[in-house]
């Protein structure tokens, strides 16, 4: 977070050599330090809180040739004021993408036992755009490493505990993925939650509960440290509880956005009912073993009771707001309540027309970038990495 600082304009302009204000991409930046040294002995400058975030906002909108071309300068301001001297990750969105099922191996002992459909995989698409409009700003080459991110997913509570079984017990509690973060040149990263058949993973007698983890997107700018994305927090629940009618279990799945760090509105959940319990049970995790992966409509497996689309936000937003008439205890609380919603629904409605919009245009994009998703591995920060075994990930 920036903080402000002293800066000297001989350290900074030796990189730039040129740094006297001119019609390009850095007289605003100039401008906004105060302009050239006015001697070869001037002392730094000291710059506010504020001021260091005009200069961040200017440096972040910066060509990406241009952040490249001076970046020794621009990390020198950055390491001076605390702020990011290179492009970073803005508006970020989450949506459901589609439901895969795979076969796997589960271990009895030292025997494998193959079993057919017992991994589900929800996979979303994490977007977002350049704080620069150029998303050149994420590649990783030969040539130049850009901003690189990731994801830090981390457990509140123990996954090897009930409703789950010891068998869990190899899942990490905390851990970044992947660690040294990769390219989002695509501006999308595939964001894989599997599970396994329920009836293998779950604590026999069934017991009710969840385990929820935190799931902080970041960004790391060019030297930079990792910061979390600004609205890019989720929450992730893996639980049993009862069937709506109290005859049995099921297993549920769900995403949502972490309401006070993320105000941008998210809900994927899904539940599936709970087989018998196997004979042999397993004693160990699957192995590392995914086969057969294909697209399955989700519904022919579970319940959807939140779809993760945009759509669906703003319609709960006014199912909201028609809960809260019903509440009002008479018709002068009502017409006083309708008065203090009128903002809600004026929002609902730009909601829907935006969405209305977006649907449309992210139609054409979904079908580019799924085949992005497919081939580029290098963007792929929601893949298991080489280095981590995917029979301990399980989010």
């Not at 490493?145 to 789950?164: C, Q, S, V």
């Not at 042999?280 to 993760?308: C, H, M, N, S, W």
Request: hydrophobic share 30%; glycine share 6%.
């Amino acid at each position: 977070m920036a903080t402000g600082g002293k800066v000297s304009m001989m350290i900074f302009g030796a990189d730039i050599k040129d740094y006297t204000p001119i019609w390009s991409s850095l007289k605003r930046l100039v401008n906004l330090l105060g302009g050239p040294p006015k001697s070869l002995d001037e002392e730094p400058r000291e710059f506010t809180k504020d001021e260091a975030l005009a200069i961040e906002k200017e440096v972040m909108q910066l060509p990406t040739g241009k952040l490249l071309k001076y970046s020794k300068a621009l990390e020198y301001l950055g390491k001076c004021l605390k702020i990011n001297s290179f492009a970073i990750p803005i508006n970020p969105t989450m949506t459901f993408q589609y439901f895969e099922v795979g076969s796997i191996s589960f271990m009895v002992g030292d025997t494998s036992i193959p079993k057919e459909e017992a991994r589900y995989n929800h996979v979303h698409a994490f977007r977002f755009e350049s704080s620069n409009g150029d998303l050149g700003a994420f590649r990783n080459t030969e040539e130049y490493t850009g901003t690189l991110t990731r994801e830090h997913i981390w457990y509140i509570n123990d996954p090897a505990k009930p409703p789950f079984s010891d068998l869990m017990n190899r899942v990490p509690m905390d851990f970044y993925q992947p660690k040294n973060g990769s390219a989002g040149f695509t501006g999308v990263v595939q964001d894989n939650h599997s599970t396994f058949l329920p009836e293998y993973i779950i604590c026999w007698p069934i017991k009710p509960g969840c385990v929820k983890a935190y799931q902080h997107y970041q960004y790391q700018v060019p030297n930079g440290e990792w910061k979390d994305i600004t609205n890019a927090q989720f929450t992730i629940e893996k639980g049993v509880r009862a069937k709506d009618d109290g005859n049995g279990y099921v297993f549920y799945f769900s995403k949502k956005n972490r309401e006070y760090l993320n105000p941008n509105a998210f809900h994927f959940e899904v539940e599936y009912d709970i087989g018998e319990k196997p004979t042999p049970f397993p004693t160990k995790l699957p192995k590392p073993l995914r086969v057969g992966e294909q697209r399955k409509d989700i519904r022919t497996y579970g319940r959807v009771l939140a779809t993760g689309q945009p759509e669906q936000q703003a319609q709960q937003q006014s199912i909201n707001i028609g809960n809260r008439l019903k509440k009002a205890p008479s018709a002068n609380n009502a017409v006083h309540t309708i008065k203090n919603m009128v903002g809600d629904l004026k929002t609902v409605i730009t909601d829907l027309e935006a969405q209305n919009t977006y649907l449309r245009v992210d139609n054409r994009r979904l079908r580019r970038e799924n085949a992005e998703l497919r081939r580029s591995d290098d963007s792929d920060s929601g893949s298991t990495p080489a280095n981590q075994p995917d029979d301990v990930i399980w989010v």
